[in-house]
Nanobody
Framework: QVQLVESGGGLVQAGGSLRLSCAAS????????MGWYRQAPGNQRELVAS???????NYADSVKGRFTISRDIAKNTVYLQMNSLKPEETAVYYC????????WGQGTQVTVSS
């Protein structure tokens, strides 16, 4: 069973940046699309960015131009570079396939202060 471990969250001021990492336990990234999700308290989990096996990327409109998803296949790791963060983007961030194929990891908390 594939395990996903997210890291890199923290407290940042509005306008700041963070880089999240998602390490997968198996060599899946070369064949599967992966995505980053976030869930704020009281909200549904939403997909904010994804990258396909062919490195095609897609972003939610709310993060376009500010977030960048990338991956290192050799390290089985997916990254999310987040710039110009906004307080409303405070949430727990998770990674998974766009079809939510694997068990969810613990996520990483991102808190953006105003």
């Amino acid at each position: 069973q594939v395990q996903l471990v997210e890291s890199g969250g923290g407290l940042v001021q509005a306008g700041g940046s963070l880089r999240l990492s998602c390490a997968a336990s198996g060599s899946i990234l070369s064949i599967l699309a992966m995505g980053w999700y976030r869930q704020a308290p009281g909200n549904q989990r939403e997909l904010v960015a994804s990258v396909t096996g062919g490195s095609y990327t897609n972003y939610a409109d709310s993060v376009k131009g500010r977030f960048t998803i990338s991956r290192d296949i050799a390290k089985n790791t997916v990254y999310l570079q987040m710039n110009s963060l906004k307080p409303e983007e405070t949430a727990v961030y998770y990674c998974n396939t766009p079809g939510m194929r694997f068990p969810w990891g613990q996520g990483t908390q991102v808190t953006v202060s105003s």
